[in-house]
T-cell receptor, first 111, second 114 residues
Framework: RKEVEQDPGPFNVPEGATVAFNCTYSNSASQSFFWYRQDCRKEPKLLMSVYSSGNEDGRFTAQLNRASQYISLLIRDSKLSDSATYLCVVTPGVRANNLFFGTGTRLTVIP | NAGVTQTPKFQVLKTGQSMTLQCAQDMNHNSMYWYRQDPGMGLRLIYYSASEGTTDKGEVPNGYNVSRLNKREFSLRLESAAPSQTSVYFC?????????????FGPGTRLTVT
């Protein structure tokens, strides 16, 4: 079983739509969670960290469900510029020697 | 402030050739990392360096060696390239010796081994 699993998509949504991605992780002891964004043929960039209480940054909301071992990303009022691949990232611990990336979920926002 | 830089951007090698991928950061970060990204596999950690003078294996270290030359620079060496090492290689750095802080990535090196 993979450490981190994501639906690869693609998700094709119209501008203005709300879209949600989920990501499941296998290690119940995982400590830190992130969403990164990767544009085509570019490097990944941090979108947001995911806290136990959930967090919001503008149109983006991230949630963590430790009981079911998944994290989610909600994008409201989608913009064309949101088109990218969204990577779920999980770390086993603060000083663990491995950082696990999901394969990414591809989002295309259509005019 | 250039962030994380990598050279070269593209490289084609023949099987058995060697090469070194260079990475440098100007953010005074302690930790640096090398990843490879393959279709359908996600990013996988090859090696990391928690601080100057230390290096440790990640998930897929076989066939690679690394050198933390100083605080700024972290190089990845392929001693005898194989077609299975065809991939996109990303270097990253972070401001903590742990993994719970943001990682900043370089633009990547696209390597093809024929």
């Amino acid at each position: 079983r993979k450490e981190v699993e994501q639906d690869p998509g693609p998700f094709n949504v119209p501008e203005g739509a709300t879209v949600a991605f989920n990501c499941t992780y296998s290690n119940s002891a995982s400590q830190s969670f992130f969403w990164y964004r990767q544009d085509c043929r570019k490097e990944p960039k941090l979108l947001m960290s995911v806290y136990s209480s959930g967090n919001e940054d503008g149109r983006f909301t991230a949630q963590l469900n430790r009981a079911s071992q998944y994290i989610s990303l909600l994008i409201r009022d989608s913009k064309l510029s949101d088109s990218a691949t969204y990577l779920c990232v999980v770390t086993p611990g603060v000083r663990a020697n491995n950082l696990f990336f999901g394969t990414g979920t591809r989002l295309t926002v259509i005019p | 402030n250039a962030g994380v830089t990598q050279t070269p951007k593209f490289q084609v090698l023949k099987t058995g050739q060697s090469m070194t991928l260079q990475c440098a950061q100007d953010m005074n970060h302690n930790s640096m990392y090398w990843y490879r990204q393959d279709p359908g596999m996600g990013l996988r950690l090859i090696y990391y360096s928690a601080s100057e003078g230390t290096t440790d294996k990640g998930e897929v270290p076989n066939g690679y060696n690394v050198s933390r030359l100083n605080k700024r620079e972290f190089s990845l060496r392929l001693e005898s390239a194989a077609p299975s090492q065809t991939s996109v290689y990303f270097c990253a750095s972070s401001g903590s010796s742990g993994f719970s802080y943001e990682q900043y990535f370089g633009p990547g090196t696209r390597l093809t081994v024929t």
